[in-house]
């Protein structure tokens, strides 16, 4: 159903969220480095972009459409388009569990990518709440 569609996609960025915070947290240095915590965080994210999203976003489930949604109607105008967002973000999370091992420094420029890929898809595809 639509309704479940978008509770599972929420829960997915939930997931997401907690995940980038633990990393964010360390990277700015607001939380103590732990290697074992920061490499787990960032697993989670890569298992996660494992997942195919994209098949969440069924017709119907869109913002203005939906309860609940912020999904742009320029998804199903452009899935394709969203499609390569989401790969942008596999790619950023590939590899993202050994990258952040070493040390708080190795942390920030996970981050960075990680975020740079969450923001090139909410800039075009998410409804600013």
Not at 74 to 90: P, R, T, V, Y
């Amino acid at each position: 159903s639509i309704k479940q569609a978008i509770e599972a996609r929420h829960g997915f960025y939930q997931m997401l969220a907690i995940n980038m915070g633990t990393l964010a947290g360390m990277a700015k240095g607001d939380t103590a480095y732990d290697e074992a915590t920061a490499s787990r965080a960032a697993a989670n994210i890569e298992a996660l972009t494992h997942y195919d999203l994209p098949s969440l976003f069924i017709e119907g489930s869109a913002a203005g459409t939906a309860e609940d949604s912020a999904a742009k109607p320029e998804i199903w105008a452009d899935m394709d388009g969203f499609k390569a967002k989401f790969s942008g973000l596999q790619e950023a999370a590939t590899g993202a569990a050994e990258a952040v091992k070493g040390g708080a420094d190795n942390v920030g420029p996970v981050v960075g990518k990680l975020g740079a890929a969450c923001k090139a898809c909410h800039d075009s595809f998410r409804q600013k709440s």
